[in-house]
C-alpha cells in the first residue's frame, strides 16, 4: 500500500500537513543537511501541535557527525517518534561502518524504529552501496529502508537511480520483511 509521507521543520507545516490528510510526518531541518536534524525547541513544538493524530519520524543527521551532533533524546521525544534514521554520507569506504552505525542506534529510545538511509548519489556522497545499506539494515533490526538524495541540489530520484534499479532494491528491501520509502524531491508526475 502506498502511504504519503511529508517533510517538515516546523510546526506550521506540520499542522498543514495533517490538515492535508498525511500519513507520516517526517521532521527535519534542510539547512542542516539531507537529513539535518531540527531544534529540540521545533522537535517538541511538532510533537505539540501533532498531539499524536499522525506518527512522526525524525532526522538524526549523518552517522559521521554522531558523538557531536548526536541528537539527546528526551522522555516527551522518546514517546512521540516512532521512527528515526542516520544518514551514512561519508561512511562508505569506512569498514566499521557497520559497528558504528550499530552504536549509534543503541543509543535509540527502544520505542524508535530505526529506518536505514540508501543514498541514491551514494557514490558522490561517499556512503555505502545501496545492496550493502539493506543487507546491514536488515541484520541490524532496521523496520524501513529510504532511498533518497543527499545533494538535493544535482537531480531527484530518478535521476540517479533508474526504475529498475529501483525495483530490484525494493525486492532486496521486501525479502527482509522492511518497508520501502521512496523520497528524494520526487514530484507527482
Given at each position: ?16 500537513a495533517v490538515a492535508e490528510g498525511v500519513d507520516l510526518i517526517d521532521i527535519k531541518e534542510p539547512r542542516n543537511g539531507s537529513l539535518g536534524a531540527a531544534s529540540e525547541t521545533d522537535v517538541t513544538e511538532v510533537i505539540e501541535a501533532v ?139
Open positions: 500500500m502506498t502511504k504519503l509521507l511529508v517533510s517538515i521543520r516546523d510546526a506550521s507545516e506540520a499542522l498543514t498531539a499524536g493524530r499522525v506518527p512522526l519520524s525524525m532526522a538524526c543527521g549523518e552517522l559521521k557527525h554522531v558523538g557531536s551532533e548526536q541528537r539527546h533524546w528526551s522522555s516527551g521525544h522518546a514517546e512521540a517518534i516512532r521512527f528515526a534514521k542516520l544518514g551514512l554520507a561519508r561512511c562508505g569506504t569506512r569498514e566499521d561502518w557497520p559497528k558504528r552505525w550499530q552504536a549509534a542506534m543503541a543509543e535509540w529510545p527502544e520505542r524508535v524504529s530505526p529506518v536505514a538511509v540508501v543514498y541514491a548519489d551514494w557514490q558522490t556522497c561517499g556512503a555505502p552501496a545501496p545492496e550493502d545499506v539493506v543487507q546491514v539494515a536488515g541484520r541490524l533490526g532496521c523496520r524501513a529502508v529510504l532511498v533518497d538524495t543527499f545533494d538535493k541540489s544535482a537531480g531527484n530520484l530518478l535521476v540517479h537511480l533508474s526504475m529498475d534499479e529501483l525495483t530490484t532494491l525494493g525486492l532486496q528491501v521486501r525479502e527482509r520483511g522492511l518497508l520501502y520509502v521512496l523520497a528524494g524531491s520526487l514530484e507527482v508526475e
